[in-house]
């Protein structure tokens, strides 16, 4: 079951608490509810439907997950989405998404981990992303992985919020390092 981004949280099945979320691709019958989430989440910065589709239409350089929790009614709750274009050497996290009342609880973080480890088996040596200004919650997250503030793109968001550009190098592959030692 598909979250419907316009509804209030009360008018949607709740998952249980603790739940953890699964990644599956994004694909063209998700656009319309992606779309709605973006708008919801990022309002006038959010993408419009053709990006979307030219994103998905472009898998050799690019990955798009949504983030789905169990629902009461034994479905599921799509509750996030992320996507990153890779043209080797350099991984560009181009999106992360989650609704509010999922917030905190590792979705993000589970994206986050899944296309920084799709970034490295496509041959990336690093990382790179823009967050605004004004998401301090975001910015510790990505903090907490390692990635550091490398340059700031002033009033960059339609809101007039400056993008800060964030860089992680990835390790070099070798049989000792994996993804799961991010923290």
Known sequence: MMVDPELPASDQHAPPSGAAALLRDMG?????????LDKKLFGADAWPKSMFVHELAHPETR???I???????GGSLAVGYAG????AP???IQTIGVLPDHEGRGIARAMLDELIAEAASRGATEVMLEVSAVNPRAQRLYERYGFTHIHTRRKYYRDGSDGLVMHLP???PDASTTVKDYP
């Open 28 to 36: 063209p019958e998700d656009l319309d509810f992606i779309v709605a």
């Open 90 to 92: 350099t991984g560009d």
């Open 67 to 73: 983030a789905e929790v169990p629902d009461s009614a």
């Open 84 to 87: 990153l274009m890779c043209v």
């Open 170 to 172: 990835l390790p070099t």
């Open 63 to 65: 990955r798009y997950v």
